[in-house]
């Protein structure tokens, strides 16, 4: 593949609702293109773009795929993105560092879950969209009921650029709207086209759809429109619709519509064709960063000339180290060189660029502005880091992925699983930033966090795969605490003669609750009250070391206490047997028989969630909300079709919300969750977590 400047290049991802046909259409796209002899199957595993061994087992992409080829006198750097909202970090971050989307809609199926989150994203990321409304030859298939969803759901923008001859098994090609011609399937299935005469029972229909394009073309400019109202639809040069066409996707006034089948391999030509025409070249996209010498806001044009400026954008972690997948936004990266990792302030060595197509890797010297490609081997970068030049460190706005909103535990399966556990579980998160880990303090267990049970079911089955590391994932204990609601005293003396030199502490502690404050680090305020000397300052440890040991194995159901207030307020002291383990002892069973007494109290942790749900959603998620113990505390609606509830629940009743929402939504819902605060347990619920707790002790002895 030769060269190509800024202003020749097209990054495009593909987006859609799971089954939509993006891979098949991927794959149309590069057959018509001859970037591949013929077209791989989904359900064989044999496409170019699901080449992993998970994609091939299910049959469905769950990672990011970029699939370059050449049309005419462009490039398309064509990137496949998964549907399923589990894999939703490699939509972020393919919206981040695309010139245009094209969001597919099945025709018979419409607008979908997964239609309406590459759209959210794509308008929150401001990318260029059009949308192909794939699967005209199905059954049931209906173009027209599609634009109208498109509409309703997405924007009044959606105005097709063609529409279809026929549908179903009548489905014969696509009549464009601009040329006024009728593009008709080859008999070869090949990507290949016969080009004809409108039908003319299809005349009036053209005709009519083609002025509800023009409309939306001339209200681009003052100029055309001016133009349009004087002498209708002929005054208007093809070229003159063609500059208002793209000043209209770029601005997001017109999101264009193109029709076909990926699997007859119709229409795939003419949305090449518009993609080049229309979407804007990576040459058109100027890009902020931050000078980080001068901590200015600095714009980069996509010249070779201008300072070097690449995101990496995926990073891929195997047994043989890193891949990292980048586009270059500014300057060039040539082989054999160094980069500056603006993050680390490290020089990266560079030694073999890689343009990549699916799982092919082809060797090049230099990839300039607006290209992707990948390098091997760097030590020091990850995803989200920036490539500039030595002398002049530079920093892109990162990608912003989705928040977990799933948590499990992580159980390897045996000894040399836990010995490799933390290498593996670092790898994933090199290559998925949508993944966090931390240890619960408490229980000891690995907390695995992701966007829902189908992410890091995925997960395990890449770390055995790629580490050979056995993993469960399974729900994590809800980390209860315990407290106290009231104040109380109690004395203790540990007294211990054993023949040679004995043990004595005499200790009486005041105990009381402390207001609930989820940023106080340490749970214990501890203080000496003691008058007169009766106990000296030097025990004064070893009894704080004793409350801590009561403290952290609990009164009630084995979970810490927190949140309390102790004071040593008197106690005794012997010449020659008081010692630190005495006291140290004195100090704990004073402890418990103090906090026994002050009225003990199991805790629960509480979450905030921000729930976004379709309108006709809102008040059943407000519903199913009061059976989980949680308070709603607002209501939104956003004047879009979408609701925003907030509210307050405890963990133990929203473990698998990520999984219960889409449900009960139909998978258009989403949520994001915080922590919040702890609250006590309702009575109700008190018995079972302590018969829980005395299990658990009586199955360990």
Same mark, same amino acid.
């Not at 799933?406 to 998925?432: C, N, Q, W, Y």
């Not at 009561?550 to 206490?561: D, I, Q, R, T």
């Not at 140290?584 to 509480?606: N, Q, R, W």
């Not at 609701?643 to 258009?668: F, H, N, S």
């Given at each position: 593949m030769r060269a190509y400047g800024p202003e020749r290049i097209h990054n495009i991802g593909i987006f859609g609702h799971l089954g939509s046909g993006k891979t098949t259409l991927a794959e149309a796209m590069l057959m018509t293109a001859h970037a591949i002899p013929r077209m791989g199957r989904v359900e064989d595993g044999s496409t170019t773009s699901d080449y992993d061994p998970d994609e091939a087992r299910r049959g469905m992409s769950v990672s990011l795929s970029v699939l370059p080829l050449e049309w005419h006198d462009d490039k398309v750097n064509l990137i496949d993105v998964p549907g399923f909202a589990d894999f939703a970090g490699d939509m972020a971050a393919t919206m981040r560092i695309i010139d245009g989307a094209v969001i597919l809609l099945d025709a018979s199926g419409g607008v979908e879950v997964g239609t309406e989150l590459a759209w959210e994203m794509a308008v929150q990321n401001k990318v260029p969209r059009l949308l192909f409304v794939n699967k005209l030859d199905r059954d049931n298939a209906n173009f027209y009921r599609t634009i109208e969803q498109a509409r309703e759901r997405l924007d009044a923008a959606v105005i097709p650029m063609q529409i279809p001859i026929g549908s179903g098994k009548d489905f014969k090609g696509v009549i464009s709207l601009r040329q006024q011609r009728a593009w008709l399937i080859s008999p070869q299935h090949d990507g290949g086209f016969v080009e004809a005469d409108v039908p003319a029972e299809m005349n009036d229909l053209m005709h009519e759809w083609r002025t509800a394009l023009i409309d939306k073309i001339a209200a681009t400019n003052d100029h055309l429109i001016e133009r349009y109202l004087e002498g209708g639809e002929d005054a208007l040069t093809r070229e003159e619709l063609l500059i208002g066409l793209r000043a209209g996707i770029a601005d997001g006034s017109i999101v264009p519509v193109f029709c076909g089948s990926a699997t007859e391999v119709t229409g795939i030509a003419q949305l090449l064709n518009g993609i080049v025409d229309s979407i804007p070249s990576a040459a058109r996209k100027p890009v902020s960063a931050t000078d980080l010498t001068s901590g200015e806001e600095m714009t980069l044009r996509a010249a070779s000339d201008e300072p070097l400026s690449a995101l990496v954008f995926k990073t891929v972690s195997d047994t043989y180290g890193r891949v990292s997948y980048f586009r270059v936004y500014s300057g060039e990266i040539r082989a054999?060189?160094?980069?500056?990792?603006? #993050?680390?302030?490290?020089?990266?060595?560079?030694?073999?660029?890689?343009?990549?197509?699916?799982?092919?890797?082809?060797?090049?010297?230099?990839?300039?502005?607006?290209?992707?490609?990948?390098?091997?081997?760097?030590?020091?970068?990850?995803?989200?880091?920036?490539?500039?030049?030595?002398?002049?460190?530079?920093?892109?706005?990162?990608?912003?992925?989705?928040?977990?909103?799933?948590?499990?535990?992580?159980?390897?399966?045996?000894?040399?699983?836990?010995?490799?556990?933390?290498?593996?579980?670092?790898?994933?998160?090199?290559?998925?930033?949508?993944?966090?880990?931390n240890r619960d303090a408490q229980t000891g267990e690995t907390l695995l966090s992701g966007l829902g049970e189908s992410h890091l079911a995925l997960i395990a089955e890449r770390m055995k795969r790629k580490f050979d590391v056995s993993i469960d994932i399974e729900l994590p204990r809800i980390p209860y605490r315990e407290s106290i609601r009231g104040r109380a005293e109690a004395q203790y003396r540990h007294k211990k003669q054993t023949g040679g030199a004995g043990q004595f502490a005499d200790v009486t502690l005041r105990v009381e609750a402390l207001a609930p404050d989820p940023t106080r680090e340490d749970p214990l305020e501890f203080v000496n009250e003691i008058v007169g000397g009766v106990?000296?300052?030097?025990?004064?440890?070893?009894?704080?070391?004793?409350?801590?040991?009561?403290?952290?194995?609990?009164?009630?159901?084995?979970?810490?206490?927190?949140?309390?207030?102790?004071?040593?307020?008197?106690?005794?002291?012997?010449?020659?047997?008081?010692?630190?383990?005495?006291?140290?002892?004195?100090?704990?069973?004073?402890?418990?028989?103090?906090?026994?007494?002050?009225?003990?109290?199991?805790?629960?942790?509480?979450?905030?969630?921000?729930?976004?749900?379709?309108?006709?959603?809102?008040?059943?998620?407000?519903?199913?909300?009061?059976? #989980? #113990?949680?308070?709603?505390?607002?209501?939104?609606?956003?004047?879009?079709?979408?609701?925003?509830?907030?509210?307050?629940?405890?963990?133990?009743?929203?473990?698998?919300?990520?999984?219960?929402?889409?449900?009960?939504?139909?998978?258009?819902?989403?949520?994001?969750?915080?922590?919040?605060?702890?609250?006590?347990?309702?009575?109700?619920?008190?018995?079972?977590?302590?018969?829980?707790?005395?299990?658990?002790?009586?199955?360990?002895?």
């Open positions: 054999n060189s160094t980069a500056l990792n603006s #993050r680390t302030r490290k020089e990266e060595r560079i030694a073999h660029i890689y343009s990549v197509r699916g799982k092919e890797q082809t060797e090049v010297e230099v990839l300039g502005a607006g290209d992707i490609g990948v390098v091997t081997k760097l030590t020091e970068t990850a995803t989200n880091d920036t490539l500039c030049a030595p002398g002049h460190p530079l920093q892109l706005t990162p990608i912003t992925f989705p928040t977990a909103s799933f948590i499990a535990t992580v159980k390897p399966h045996s000894r040399a699983d836990l010995d490799k556990l933390g290498v593996a579980l670092g790898r994933m998160i090199e290559e998925d930033p949508t993944l966090h880990t106990i000296s300052r030097g025990f004064m440890p070893a009894i704080e070391k004793g409350v801590r040991e009561a403290m952290a194995e609990g009164l009630l159901s084995g979970n810490p206490l927190i949140d309390v207030r102790v004071a040593v307020i008197d106690g005794k002291e012997h010449p020659v047997d008081s010692k630190e383990i005495a006291f140290k002892s004195a100090g704990k069973e004073a402890f418990k028989l103090a906090a026994a007494k002050a009225h003990p109290a199991i805790t629960e942790p509480i979450y905030h969630l921000e729930i976004i749900v379709p309108d006709q959603f809102a008040g059943d998620i407000m519903s199913d909300m009061s059976t #989980r #113990r949680g308070r709603v505390q607002g209501m939104l609606p956003t004047g879009t079709g979408k609701t925003v509830i907030t509210a307050q629940a405890p963990l133990a009743e929203i473990q698998r919300y990520a999984t219960d929402l889409k449900g009960m939504t139909q998978g258009r819902g989403r949520f994001s969750m915080t922590f919040e605060h702890y609250d006590d347990v309702p009575s109700h619920l008190v018995d079972a977590i302590i018969a829980a707790h005395k299990k658990e002790v009586e199955a360990a002895h």
